[in-house]
C-alpha cells in the first residue's frame, strides 16, 4: 500500500543522481582505471553521466531523464541510459547503455514531505525549524511527556485512512531515562483531550517501543504494550523511524516497519471516537530526564491509502485452517496479512483486537479467489458479509 505521490520526477531525478554517484564510486574498477561511477551535480542533472569501466574501456552515457511510478510500469530496458525509481519497491534503476539491462540499487521508498512545521498546533514544550521540506523538533530535557505536534484533520470511525511518520530520531546520550518518539492521533489539543500514541524508546541504553494514551500537553493517562525486542527489527532498516496508523473501517491498526514497504501490526485497537487530529509526539513517558530531537520528513493523511479489499462469499464451515472464497479476484498473495470484519455466519474468521498479529491473519492463497486462514470455523459465511482489508504486504 502506498501513499499518493506529490513529489515531482525532476526534483527527485535531483535527489537520486546524488545516490547513484555515491553507490556507483563504491563499485570494483579496473586497478589503476576511473571508478566504476561518476555523475554530475544536483544543479545541472541534464547531461552528466556515469562510467562504466568494462576491461579496461570506460562507456559513458548520459543520465538525461527520470521517471517514476510503481515497479510494473517500468518499461523494457532499451540501453537509454534513464532512470526510474519505483514508488512500491524501494528501487531505483538505470537503464545501462552497455549491458542493455536495468541495474538496480536500493533506496527507500518516496516519501511525502509533511505540513509546514510552523503550520502544527503545539502542546506541551517543542521547539520546530523548518529545514526546507523537512523540519527539526526538540523536546527539552525533563519536559515530561505530552508534548506534540498536532494537525487539524477529522478522522473517520468507519472509512479507510492512514497515517504516516517518517523521521530520524535520537535521544541524548547523556539524558537517556524514558525519551521517545512517535505517532499519535488525538480528540483535540488541550490538556482536557485524549492521544493515542505509537512510539518508540529509551531507558538507560535499552530500547524499546510502546504504545500509549495521552492528554497533549499534559502526560500519560495509560501505559499500553511495551516491548524491547521488536524494536531491534524496528531500527535494523535504513535508519529512519515509520511509524503508521490504518483505520479499516472498524479497528485502528497501529504500524511499524524498519523500510517503508513492508508493514506490521503492533497493536490494534478499537476504532476510537471524535478524533480531531493526528501528528507527532516527544518527551519522557514515565517522568524522566529524556531529551531528543527528530528531523522529520514524512507526517501525512491519507484517505485513499491504495488498500486492497474483497468481499466474503462462501468459506469453509469447519475444521483449520478456513478456506475463504471471495465475490471476486481478491488480488493477495500469500504472506499478506488482512482484517476481517462482519462475519455474521462464520464469526470464527473475524479480526479483533490486541498486540502484535491479534488485529490481522497472515494468509495462504490457494486461489485467485481463495485463501486459507488459520481459524477454526464455527458456521457458514453469508455472502456478502464480511469484509476483507489487507494489512500489510
Known amino acids: 500500500m502506498d501513499l499518493k505521490k506529490y513529489t515531482p520526477a525532476s526534483a527527485l531525478a535531483a535527489l537520486v543522481l546524488a545516490v547513484v554517484s555515491l553507490v556507483l564510486s563504491l563499485g570494483p574498477h579496473a586497478s589503476g582505471a576511473p571508478p566504476l561511477g561518476k555523475v554530475g551535480n544536483r544543479a545541472n542533472p541534464t547531461g552528466t553521466g556515469f562510467v562504466h569501466q568494462t576491461g579496461g574501456v570506460a562507456d559513458t552515457a548520459a543520465l538525461s531523464a ?29 537503464d545501462d547503455p552497455t549491458a542493455s539491462a536495468w541495474r538496480n540499487f536500493g533506496i527507500t521508498r518516496q516519501l511525502v514531505k509533511p505540513p509546514l512545521a510552523s503550520s502544527y498546533t503545539i502542546a506541551g514544550t517543542v521547539g520546530v525549524l523548518q529545514r526546507g521540506d523537512s523540519f527539526l523538533a526538540m523536546c527539552p530535557d525533563g519536559g515530561g511527556n505530552g508534548n506534540m505536534g498536532l494537525q487539524s484533520q477529522t478522522l473517520s470511525t468507519s472509512t479507510f485512512w492512514m497515517v504516516t511518520l517518517v523521521a530520524q530520531w535520537a535521544p541524548y546520550f547523556t539524558h537517556t531515562q524514558y525519551p521517545d518518539f512517535g505517532l499519535c492521533v488525538s480528540t483535540g489539543t488541550t490538556t482536557s483531550d485524549t492521544a493515542y500514541c505509537l512510539s518508540s524508546w529509551l531507558n538507560n541504553g535499552t530500547p524499546g517501543m510502546h504504545n500509549q494514551t495521552e492528554h497533549p500537553g499534559a502526560g500519560r493517562i495509560t501505559l499500553g504494550y511495551e516491548q ?13 523511524n515509520w511509524f503508521r496508523f490504518l483505520m479499516d473501517g472498524t479497528d485502528l491498526h497501529e504500524q511499524w516497519s524498519n523500510n517503508g514497504i513492508v508493514w506490521s501490526d503492533y497493536e490494534t485497537i478499537a476504532a476510537p471516537s471524535s478524533l480531531l487530529y493526528y501528528g507527532w509526539t516527544m518527551g519522557s513517558p514515565g517522568g524522566g530526564n529524556g531529551q531528543s530531537f527528530a528531523v522529520i520528513y514524512e507526517n501525512n493523511y491519507s484517505t485513499s491509502p491504495n488498500v486492497t479489499s474483497a468481499t466474503v462469499s462462501t468459506c469453509t464451515t469447519s475444521g483449520n485452517p478456513t478456506t475463504i472464497t471471495t465475490q471476486a479476484a481478491h488480488n493477495f498473495i500469500s504472506g499478506d496479512t488482512v482484517a476481517i470484519h462482519g462475519s455474521t455466519g462464520n464469526t470464527a474468521i473475524n479480526t479483533g483486537t490486541g498486540n502484535d498479529l491479534s488485529g490481522g491473519w497472515g494468509i495462504k492463497v490457494t486461489g485467485s479467489t481463495t485463501f486459507q486462514v488459520s481459524a477454526t470455523g464455527n ?5 456478502g458479509n464480511g469484509t476483507i482489508v489487507m494489512l500489510s504486504r
Open 66 to 94: 527520470a521517471s517514476v511510478g510503481t515497479a510494473a510500469g517500468r518499461a523494457s530496458s532499451a540501453g537509454a541510459s534513464t532512470l526510474f525509481a519505483g514508488t512500491d519497491n524501494a528501487e531505483l534503476s538505470i
Open 228 to 240: 524491547s525486542a521488536v524494536f531491534n527489527q524496528f531500527a535494523g532498516g535504513n535508519g529512519l
Open 379 to 383: 458456521g457458514s459465511c453469508t455472502s
